[in-house]
């Protein structure tokens, strides 16, 4: 029974989760040469991954009340406002790349847990929308068994985004085009989970 649960939760995981490598991916890219980027990429996307879970075991236990499903396309404002932010420092550094010294290139490129979280989080609204009636369908034990094979998944998650991200013709295009990529692919990402959910009546 458990052993069955646990391939379910990994064909699971791998079908919601899958779409994260790239994301995760562009956040490598941005922080290349920062030390402790791997880390903070790992951390947030902890952080967010248990945001999702928290919020599908609490909505499947009948605490749907903190958590309406109407709400979860809205999440969508989080990547389409870092993507935002993202574009508008990029325009705003286009003639800056002569100027500026090392550090502060590095600096600029940092990457923070809370980043990741966020998009993390609001990545996985369709995940809640997923999980719930499984975790419903299935008895406790089971559920345990899912959320402890998804929190292995999320480190593979990281480290596979990472071997991606770290391929030498991968890394040249995203170090060349990363300043483009990353808001883009946040922008998208948010418009799509905003029209996606329906979201301000889209």
């Not at 109407?70 to 550094?93: K, S």
Request: contains cysteine.
């Amino acid at each position: 029974m458990i052993f069955s649960s646990v391939l379910q939760a990994i064909g699971l995981f791998l079908a919601t989760n899958i779409d994260d490598i790239i994301v995760l991916s562009l956040f490598f890219a941005r922080g290349a040469g920062q030390r402790g980027t791997t880390v903070r990429i790992l951390v947030g996307q902890y952080v967010g991954f248990a945001g999702i879970l928290g919020a599908a075991v609490l909505v499947s236990l009948g605490a749907g009340a903190f958590l309406p499903p109407e709400v979860i396309p809205y999440f969508g404002l989080i990547p389409l406002g870092l993507g935002l932010w993202a574009a508008w420092q990029a325009w705003h550094r286009r003639h800056d790349d002569d100027d500026d010294d090392d550090e502060s290139k590095i600096e600029g490129k940092k990457v923070a847990v809370w980043a990741v979280a966020g998009v993390t989080f609001a990545n996985g609204g369709d995940n809640i929308g997923v999980y719930v009636p499984v975790f419903l369908s299935v008895g406790p034990a089971a559920v345990v068994a899912y959320c402890v094979v998804f929190l292995v998944f999320v480190a593979v998650l990281v480290v596979v985004a990472k071997f991606i991200a770290t391929r030498r013709p991968i890394a040249e295009i995203l170090e060349r085009w990363e300043h483009i990529l990353f808001p883009l692919v946040l922008i998208g990402l948010g418009i799509f989970i905003l029209i996606s959910g329906g979201a301000f009546g889209l």
